[in-house]
């Protein structure tokens, strides 16, 4: 017997308010919606959080007042400037706005409607790239960047 690992699924108090906000704020698209749950081509999953507590035969309410900062999805996009700019413009509350990490991807991170958080960073060949406009050595990217040497070649066309 074998178990498939499917997706992640986020309760959310306002379907048509996070629906809004993947599909129009975060260009995600749609690929099937039941109404109470949706699901989204990019793998994961919403589901009305009232519906969700039925189909668990919960007698206590949710605690939806709860920071869910314990997880979050992930993104990847080469525009970050553009989507920081998108986001602000909707009045979405930052985590924290574009900053590097310790191994120099370039990410934010923010609240979806429900807080859940969600990270957007830039593809790790682009950082690889970076580095490499900037005069590191193969080796110097790979320890700087944690990437496999092997990685880095293959970005730079070395491989």
Known sequence: MAINYICPLLAVQDMEKSK???????EQE????????????AGFAIHD??????????????KTDVKKNFMELYFESDDLEGIQDKLESDNVRFV????????????MRFYDPDDYIIEVGEPLDIVVKR????????KEISERS?????????VLGQK
């Open 20 to 26: 809004k906000f993947y599909t129009e704020l975060l």
């Open 30 to 41: 749609l690929e099937i919606d039941h109404g109470a749950n949706v699901s989204f081509k």
């Open 49 to 62: 959080a009232r519906h969700y507590q039925e189909l668990l035969r919960e007698s206590s309410p949710i």
């Open 96 to 107: 924290h706005k574009i900053t590097e990490q310790p191994w120099g991807q370039r990410v």
């Open 131 to 138: 580095f490499a406009s900037q005069g590191l050595a193969i």
């Open 146 to 154: 944690s990437m496999p040497v092997e990685f880095v070649e293959m």
